[in-house]
């Protein structure tokens, strides 16, 4: 990766950490789900609303470090228009590429490349993950607390 590559992805991640998108209660909320990193303090609600078997619309609170925050930002983001199933899809390659070793590099031109750096620092991983795995437990109505630990 170039450095100017790398220093695009980190405007990115900053851009969505201290402006993200979709931040707040989504009153028209289907689904709903909380999420706890625990090592690193991230915590996390995600909303969904479902309609027609597709993402109406997403939005987060979160609580927690740069990495955290925009994954979340740039998940919202992502899976609004999807249908249920191609947001699953969307996190089990998001999952994949971020914690499987011969998983192939995202699509340059998603934001969400942005985050493969985080594969060098796994400590890390569970950062950018948390808000996708609690966004699955959303899709499925909810749940206690999940948590990465």
Same mark, same amino acid.
């Given at each position: 990766?170039? +450095?100017?590559?790398?220093? #695009?992805?980190?405007?990115? *991640?900053i851009d969505h950490s201290?402006?993200?998108?979709? +931040?707040?209660? @989504? /009153?028209?909320?289907?689904?709903?789900?909380?999420?706890?990193?625990? @090592?690193?303090?991230?915590? =996390?609600?995600?909303? =969904?609303? %479902? &309609?027609? &078997?597709?993402? =109406?619309?997403?939005?987060?609170?979160?609580?927690?470090? $740069?990495?955290?925050?925009?994954?979340?930002?740039?998940?919202? /983001?992502?899976?609004? &228009? %999807?249908?249920?199933? !191609?947001? !699953?899809?969307?996190?089990?390659?998001?999952?994949?590429? @971020?914690?499987?070793?011969? $998983?192939?590099? %995202?699509? !340059?031109? +998603?934001? #969400?490349? $942005?985050?493969? &750096?985080?594969?060098?620092?796994?400590?890390?991983?569970?950062?950018?993950? @948390?808000?996708?795995?609690?966004? *699955?437990?959303? %899709?499925k109505g909810g749940a206690?607390?999940?948590?990465?630990?």
């Amino acid at each position: 990766m170039t +450095s100017e590559l790398r220093d #695009l992805y980190q405007e990115i *991640i900053i851009d969505h950490s201290r402006n993200p998108r979709n +931040s707040g209660q @989504l /009153e028209t909320a289907t689904g709903e789900a909380k999420g706890n990193n625990p @090592l690193c303090g991230d915590r =996390v609600t995600v909303y =969904v609303e %479902l &309609g027609d &078997g597709k993402i =109406v619309d997403a939005a987060f609170e979160a609580r927690g470090c $740069a990495i955290s925050i925009a994954s979340a930002s740039m998940m919202t /983001e992502h899976i609004k &228009g %999807l249908t249920v199933e !191609q947001a !699953q899809i969307a996190h089990e390659e998001f999952n994949n590429h @971020l914690t499987k070793s011969e $998983a192939p590099d %995202l699509k !340059q031109e +998603s934001e #969400l490349a $942005a985050l493969m &750096g985080v594969r060098n620092f796994p400590t890390r991983i569970k950062c950018a993950t @948390l808000p996708w795995h609690t966004f *699955i437990v959303a %899709l499925k109505g909810g749940a206690d607390e999940i948590t990465t630990e």
